[in-house]
């Protein structure tokens, strides 16, 4: 609402030069609106527009995951072939029964082969214990997932 009063008394400024009230009043919408497109359609990592980048930097737990990438990480993995995934999830991913792979609960010190999936909440609430994983390269699943896959069990 105040954004809205704000432009509009931009908009009706009486200066000198009113083209550049309305210019800026322009680009600050065709922002806003950008911004709505580019966080969409996951509303909900979403924070502002310094944070946008890395949200996981500055709150994760419920504020980030809310277990809406589940659906996402359970459709990629039913486009690879993997009978086996290995998961510490923040929360009770009871969505797991649907996916076509074998579920398999796992904790920060375990270092496993196969394909691995860990929340950006757990990771940084067991940081210590999985200093190990953050060099290997790993596939973003929304904004909340990182998938990992180790052909051989990482030293």
């Known amino acids: 609402m105040f954004g809205a009063v704000g432009a509009l008394s931009l908009w009706d400024l009486s200066i000198k030069h009113r083209w550049v009230a309305r210019v800026t009043t322009i680009l600050l919408l065709g922002w806003s609106v950008e911004t709505c497109y580019a966080a969409s359609p996951q509303f909900l990592p979403y924070f502002n527009e310094i944070a946008a980048p890395h949200a996981d930097y500055i709150l994760v737990l419920s504020d980030l995951d809310w277990g809406q990438d589940l659906y996402l990480l359970e459709d990629r993995l039913n486009d690879v072939p993997a009978a086996d995934i290995y998961l510490d999830y923040f929360g009770d991913p009871a969505i797991r029964k649907h996916a076509s ?4 609960p796992m904790s920060p010190d375990q270092r496993l ?3 691995v999936a860990i929340s950006e909440a757990q990771l940084q609430t067991s940081r210590d214990g999985y200093r190990w994983i953050f060099s290997y390269p790993y596939a973003r699943i929304g904004k909340s997932i990182r998938l990992y896959h ?3 069990s990482p030293t």
């Open 113 to 115: 082969q196969g394909w």
């Open 101 to 104: 792979a074998q579920w398999h």
């Open 150 to 152: 180790f052909f051989s």
